[in-house]
């Protein structure tokens, strides 16, 4: 899923996202909560009509900001949680309520409940108590008023631990939700124990519905969570690193402020059709990256998001036809030939 956090992926139109074969974008809870607020995109039509996405779109709770920006945090109980604004300072407020009535005010057509997302390395009684407010929350919010054809995703929690990723896990699948989030993990973590962890938690949630990986978006993260039973994930990835001018490829990752690139005149990735590779040579969108010229941000936003949405096409094909272990690891193995 594109990251669109406030209502938009950065630099990058809708009409383009549809081209590029995106199906489902990602906006935030909290972030269209301060601006411009849920009530006014409600009085516009709803966060489809607002931002021109008549696709679906999967709404983040909030949670994860609250927590990942600990410096804003004021209070934590069993109600919810008390943070400063990072917009102005101000004291606001998440319950799982607060949460509900935002995403169903947006729109969107799945809605992530309120967890408590912890950083790698927390200690076992701050895990154990994350498990047991997220359920707590959750069980709140599973009956709470949603947009029409609105669903609703439960977050599991409990770090590295099987013992408490069990726990919140048989905890949440009981409650029957539309769908389930590995929650907690991409957070820091070794990134092998984090894959470990994902296939001990996949296995813990229904086949039947979808799995969604919060946090991941680099070629491999995404073959090695898709080979463990994920569905879904999301990640600032694509777009971010095009802003720092950096390509990814079928090889490899491509750093364009590298000086070897200044007269290289092929394309990004050969094959690839995106806007970048079909017009541009690698020249030419070096030379638009360190002159820090809008456009080659642009093109390189298109192209990193078009790599990815390939990924996964090829991904889903492979599995249909029962060579996905095989495909991943021929795409993992030509991915090692990464030039920096």
């Not at 021109?52 to 949680?81: A, N």
């Not at 607060?98 to 005010?105: G, I, K, M, P």
Request: hydrophobic letters at 40%; a negative charge.
């Amino acid at each position: 899923m594109p990251v669109g956090t406030k209502a938009t992926v950065k630099a990058v139109d809708p009409d383009e996202l549809r081209a590029l074969g995106a199906e489902i974008l990602l906006g935030n809870a909290y972030h269209l909560h301060f601006r411009p607020g849920e009530e006014l995109i409600a009085e516009l039509g709803g966060l489809h009509a607002f931002m021109g996405w008549q696709r679906p779109i999967l709404t983040d709770s909030g949670g994860f900001q609250v927590f990942s920006l600990r410096d804003t945090l004021l209070q934590v109980d069993d109600e919810g949680v008390t943070f400063r604004s990072i917009y102005d300072g101000r004291p606001a407020r998440f319950t799982p309520e607060v949460s509900a009535r935002v995403q169903e005010l947006l729109g969107s057509d799945v809605a992530m409940c309120l967890d408590i997302c912890l950083p790698a390395g927390a200690p076992r009684p701050a895990l154990e108590e994350a498990v047991r407010r997220t359920t707590l929350w959750a069980e709140r919010q599973r009956d709470l008023p949603r947009a029409p054809g609105q669903l609703r995703f439960a977050i599991t929690q409990g770090g590295l631990d099987p013992e408490l990723r069990r726990r919140s896990s048989e905890a949440l699948v009981a409650l029957d939700f539309d769908g389930y989030a590995i929650g907690g993990l991409s957070v820091g973590e070794d990134r092998e124990a984090m894959f470990e962890a994902t296939t001990e938690a996949a296995a813990l949630l229904p086949e039947d519905k979808p799995r969604y990986f919060m946090g991941i978006g680099d070629p491999e993260g995404v073959l090695e969570v898709v080979a463990r039973g994920v569905d879904l994930f999301d990640c600032v990835l694509p777009t971010r690193t095009a802003r720092t001018g950096s390509a990814l490829t079928r090889t490899g990752r491509l750093n364009l402020r590298n000086a070897r690139f200044a007269r290289d005149d092929r394309p990004l990735d050969e094959g690839c059709g995106c806007p970048a590779c079909r017009r541009f040579s690698r020249a030419y969108l070096r030379h638009l990256v360190s002159q820090r010229e809008i456009l080659g941000l642009r093109l390189l936003s298109l192209h990193n998001l078009g790599f990815l949405l390939d990924l996964v096409a090829g991904a889903r094909q492979a599995i249909e036809r029962g060579e996905f272990l095989a495909w991943k690891a021929e795409a993992l193995e030509q991915a090692k030939g990464a030039v920096g």
